[in-house]
């Protein structure tokens, strides 16, 4: 079965960093692109961060500078090391694998930074 599980994600300062976490099973990890979304509360759910096979990232242009991603296919694993973080990037954060317009997601870490 296809599985994505998140983890984490907690309560953090303002200022602070957290290193979120994806491991990845019941698909060929390597081929996907990788991609971590968040949801604010009462938001749409909107990219973070993609990462191909490659290991080429793409960020969401705001983000740029405080967060990276990057992914180990060895242990079919995504990462988002997020620093600096402010309160508005409070939200719950989904890892999303994606092979063409195919997308298999995760159930989401909450993160929460408080001012």
């Known amino acids: 079965q296809v599985q994505l599980v998140e983890s984490g994600g907690g309560l953090v300062q303002a200022g602070g960093s957290l290193r979120l976490s994806c491991a990845a099973s019941?698909?060929?990890?390597?081929?996907?692109?990788m991609e971590w979304y968040r949801q604010a509360p009462g938001g749409q759910r909107e990219l973070v961060a993609s990462?191909?096979?490659?290991?080429?990232?793409y960020y969401t242009g705001s983000l740029k500078g405080r967060f990276t991603i990057s992914r180990d296919n060895a242990k079919n694993t995504v990462y988002l090391q997020m620093n600096n973080l402010k309160p508005e990037d409070t939200a719950v954060y989904y890892c999303?694998?994606?092979?063409?317009?195919?997308?298999?997601w995760g159930k989401g870490t909450l993160v929460t930074v408080a001012s």
């Open positions: 999303d694998a994606r092979l063409g317009i195919r997308d298999l």
């Open positions: 019941g698909l060929d990890f390597s081929v996907y692109i």
């Open positions: 990462i191909a096979k490659d290991g080429s990232a």
